[in-house]
């Protein structure tokens, strides 16, 4: 990132600059794009709007936007949930899109101190605000979530939330306490979810999941002990299925937990 400040004021704009719009948290799409050229952004829309600078190129900076006047009509775009880009086929713009979403949600909830109430102010170069009256800094923070598949042998044990009606079967997941470690939230999660004690946790790979702000850490765990007992208020319900024999689960190209699955089921199919 330059000198350039990450929050900006309309006569900083440049016109190669490329925009995210976002209004009442929902992102404004136009003929399944969602990267706006200034040209095509009426200046109305950028009135009263948080401006932030998200990446810093040479040429052109990308810039998510929070407008809060309702000119969605005059500009020919609707406006749909973040969710509804995960289809997307390139995973880059997604994740553009998350990373506005979470920043111009975050500026937007820490507009005060939260040790004095008095409003914050932008730090002119670093992300974050900043309390003129007691000097207390507020960096953007994400919330470190485990998401765990349990193995047992060619069995995999997969459920489906009672939260989300989604339908999906899916891994197991949970947000990581304080002062925990991720191998110990995998441990925790699993026992809670489903009273199943697991071992041989093994870390396989990340994904930013803005809604609204979590990063997952997916993990593989093999089965130690016990029978399948699903909390209810969590679990509706949970099997073990083998990787022949798998229900209804989440796609590779949009979830970790589907391609935890992928992985496991890859692995195995080449021993
Ligand atoms: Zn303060």
Redesign the pocket.
């Known amino acids: 990132m330059s000198q350039r400040n990450h929050f900006l004021a309309i006569g900083q704009l440049r016109n190669s600059d490329r925009f995210v719009v976002f209004h009442e948290a929902q992102i404004l799409v136009r003929a399944d794009e969602f990267i706006w050229r200034r040209s095509q952004i009426d200046s109305r829309l950028l009135e009263d709007a948080d401006l932030i600078v998200l990446e810093d190129e040479a040429g052109s900076s990308i810039i998510a936007v929070n407008t809060r006047q309702d000119l969605a009509e005059i500009q020919n775009a609707q406006s749909q949930p973040l969710r509804s880009l995960l289809s997307l086929d390139d995973n880059s713009g997604f994740a553009v899109a998350g990373r506005a979403s979470q920043l111009l949600d975050w500026y937007n909830s820490h507009r005060y ?1 939260g ?4 409003p914050t102010v932008h730090h002119p170069s670093e992300r974050a605000v900043v ?1 003129e ?2 000097q ?1 800094h507020y960096f953007p923070r994400i919330n470190p979530c485990v998401i765990v598949l349990v193995a047992r042998g060619r069995q995999l044990l997969l459920a489906r939330s009672s939260r989300f009606k989604s339908g999906f079967f899916s891994c197991l997941a949970g947000f990581m306490e304080i002062g925990e470690t991720p191998e110990e939230t995998v441990i925790r999660e699993v026992k809670e979810e489903v009273d199943i004690d697991v071992e041989n946790i093994r870390y396989i790979k990340s994904q930013s999941w803005p809604f609204p702000s979590q990063l997952m850490l997916g993990f593989i765990a093999d089965y130690k002990q016990g029978e399948i007992d699903p909390a209810p208020e969590e679990i509706a319900e949970a099997h073990w299925y083998d990787i022949d024999k798998l229900p209804n689960v989440p796609s590779a190209s949009i979830s970790v937990a589907g391609e935890l699955i992928e992985y496991f089921v890859n692995k195995v199919t080449k021993l």
């Open positions: 101190c040790v004095c109430g008095e309390c009256t007691c207390k």
